[in-house]
């Protein structure tokens, strides 16, 4: 009696039949083959070099925006018990010491630097992250990452944006805590600018100390990161218009879905991860040798578990519009590429 179904040893070796290269037959083929890598090589490239750009772009929007929320969370962070009452007591004691744009956008100058080649970084990192999930994991027959898969892209991100986030976040806290202090009447502070306090933190420590906290902002950017697109990809998902029989998706976003999604996405990240960011914050702005574990002791003796969440709110207020602007920024980015080279 015949079966038209496989035999186990036949499916064994389709299997590994797929699984080979594919060998070239003649000249012509091995032409056209060489050529199909290389422009599928080209186009990754380019697609990377677009992310990059985007990032780039979208980390100015977040800057603009975020910093003043910013500036107050550090503030509480690193403050002294009783200094403030809340945000809006570090805004009000901000702008009567050193008015309007100097009050709020202390220490901007490093993030304005640093943030552009730190999110060119981050997305670049994303878009990578993403092509070595295809590479290395099996995808859904339609071609989307699972949130999975997505977080696992956003955690790569994190990598490579750590080198360029650690010590612009070094000098920005500590410019922004040397806002607060009072100074003497004739005394100066003891940083004039970013450059000067990578200058002096050299001076001091070597690149070590410009560097410090870089294992604390490994640990908040990477599970923050993985949760920052994951929240982003499925939100977007969410608001996507959908064809009511098939369910399938039937027009583009708006902006003002992307900009919901980028909200959303910002308060994803920061809640699982603020505890290390006051950690960080402590540890980027302490005097001599401090290590992670003795910044964690000293909060935890200092206030219990409350001691690891000063500026959270603050912290949720600015990454609704920072992160809103940011990816809005990388969306119109990307589009006016897409018009520009397509």
Not at 40 to 63: E, I, M, W
Not at 122 to 150: C, E, H, M
Not at 173 to 179: H, R, T
Not at 287 to 296: D, L
Request: proline share 6%; net charge positive.
């Amino acid at each position: 009696m015949s079966s038209t179904t496989s035999s186990p040893g036949a499916k064994i070796q389709e299997a590994v039949v797929e699984k080979l290269p594919h060998i070239p037959e003649t000249k012509e083929e091995l032409k056209a083959e060489i050529k199909a890598e290389a422009k599928a090589a080209a186009s990754a490239g380019a697609s990377q070099l677009r992310s990059f750009v985007a990032g780039g772009f979208g980390g100015v929007c977040a800057v603009v925006v975020g910093h003043p929320f910013d500036l107050a969370k550090v503030r509480l962070q690193t403050a002294e018990k009783g200094v403030y009452t809340g945000a809006i007591d570090v805004v009000k004691k901000s702008i009567a010491k050193d008015g309007l744009r100097r009050g709020l956008y202390a220490g901007v100058s490093a993030p304005l630097v640093g943030v552009t080649p730190m999110f060119a970084v981050s997305f670049w990192g994303y878009d990578l992250g993403k092509q070595i999930v295809r590479a290395t994991s099996t995808v859904a027959p339609d071609g989307n990452l699972s949130i999975a898969q997505i977080s696992a892209a956003g955690f790569f991100s994190a990598i490579p944006m750590t080198a360029i986030t650690a010590p612009f976040e070094r000098v920005k806290v500590i410019l922004q805590v040397q806002g607060q202090q009072k100074l003497a009447p004739g005394e100066k502070p003891k940083y004039s600018g970013g450059m000067d306090v990578v200058r002096q933190l050299y001076k001091e420590g070597g690149v070590r100390s410009v560097f410090r906290g870089s294992v604390a902002t490994l640990a908040r950017d990477g599970p923050g990161s993985a949760a920052y697109f994951a929240a982003y990809e499925y939100i977007k998902k969410a608001l996507t218009p959908k064809d009511p029989v098939t369910g399938e998706a039937s027009g583009k976003l708006s902006l003002g879905a992307i900009t919901m999604a980028g909200a959303g996405a910002g308060v994803a990240m920061w809640i699982p991860v603020f505890p290390i960011d006051t950690v960080k914050s402590r540890l980027q702005t302490a005097e001599g040798n401090v290590t992670i574990g003795g910044v964690v002791k000293q909060l935890y003796r200092a206030g219990g578990y409350k001691a690891f969440f000063p500026g959270f709110a603050p912290a949720l207020a600015r990454a609704m519009p920072a992160n809103a602007a940011t990816f809005l920024g990388v969306e119109l980015a990307h589009q006016a590429m897409n018009k520009a080279f397509n």
